[in-house]
């Protein structure tokens, strides 16, 4: 099994930044694919970042191009502590949200069809972090 425990939402105005953790560990394969997920009341999970962790290669969805950067800090081999990273910046009040973490731990990160982009190809998620944008 996989723990994920997100940290760093709060609330701040448009234009401003926020630097989102999500420490995991557990049982995962060097080939893993992990993501950041988003969603606001009302709507549809939307992915908006990925991290696939053979090559270090990020994928962004549109809306948060130019603004959002996913990053990976593993502090050790044996997959015991890990921690992604969701770097938010020039904030808009669209980007208001859940913000969650999900690891698909033993598979390369995948956009064909779109699939990397859809929730239930992640086996575990964290419980989420609230990001509140005001304008």
């Known amino acids: 099994a996989v723990k994920l425990v997100e940290s760093g939402g709060d609330s701040v105005q448009a234009g401003g930044s926020l630097r989102l953790a999500c420490a995991y560990s557990?049982?995962?394969?060097?080939?893993?694919?992990m993501a950041w997920f988003r969603q606001a009341p009302g709507r549809e999970h939307e992915g908006v970042a990925l991290?696939?962790?053979?090559?270090?290669?990020?994928?962004?969805?549109?809306?948060v191009k130019g603004r959002f950067t996913i990053s990976q800090d593993n502090a050790s081999q044996d997959n015991a502590k890990n921690t992604l990273y969701l770097q938010m910046d020039s904030l808009k009040p669209e980007d208001t949200a859940l913000y969650y973490c999900?690891?698909?731990?033993?598979?390369?990160?995948?956009?064909?069809?779109?699939?990397?982009?859809?929730?239930?190809?992640?086996?575990?998620r964290g419980p989420g972090t609230q990001v509140t944008v005001s304008s």
């Open positions: 991290f696939d962790n053979g090559g270090g290669v990020t994928y962004y969805t549109d809306s």
């Open positions: 999900a690891a698909d731990p033993y598979r390369q990160c995948s956009l064909i069809n779109g699939v990397g982009w859809l929730p239930a190809r992640y086996n575990y």
């Open positions: 557990g049982d995962m394969g060097s080939s893993r694919c």
